[in-house]
């Protein structure tokens, strides 16, 4: 049919289509992914979508989201994420740390524990990192600003 042939042998594992039951969008993607990686929900109730009437983009608000949480181990505070709905910028979700609340605001746009038990966060083009023990201290031991950043030229051919 493609051209290439019967292959020679087998492959390890199967391929099928995802049948998620957030659908086949971003979030059919997404949410089972935050499982794997070690989110849990915080419960049943996933919100209600609100589509935003007059506006001149498609927003579509999600309220009453129970949301997700991550708790590496006993000694890391609780990283929770709530998905607010499909916003301005798209896809749109709120970070919260009850025990540092002032570490993540409403303007951080990704939050994630990383391998090492670090707090990897971004907001307004900026990446920061929490080691442990840098939450008593009140500031990250990373953060590099990367707004200056622009994308590469294109090669002409």
């Not at 969008?25 to 989110?39: H, Q, S, T």
């Not at 499909?86 to 993540?104: N, Q, R």
Request: glycine share 10%; aromatic share 16%.
């Amino acid at each position: 049919m493609n051209g290439w042939g019967q292959p020679k042998g087998s492959i390890p594992f199967k391929l099928g289509e995802l049948k998620s039951q957030f659908g086949g969008e971003d979030l059919g993607v997404l949410y089972p992914r935050l499982e794997r990686d070690g989110w849990m929900r915080a419960g049943d109730n996933y919100g209600k979508n609100v589509k935003v009437e007059n506006s001149k983009n498609y927003i579509v608000k999600c309220e009453n989201d129970d949301g997700w949480y991550w708790q590496p181990s006993r000694n890391h505070p609780r990283l929770k994420m709530y998905y607010r709905g499909f916003l301005e910028h798209g896809y749109t979700f709120e970070f919260k740390l009850d025990e540092y609340p002032d570490v993540l605001d409403s303007t951080v746009d990704s939050a994630t524990w990383d391998f090492l038990g670090n707090l990897v966060f971004a907001k307004q083009g900026t990446l920061y990192k929490y080691k442990l023990s840098d939450f008593k201290k009140g500031k990250p031991s990373f953060c590099k600003d990367l707004e200056f950043l622009e994308q590469p030229k294109k090669p002409e051919i």
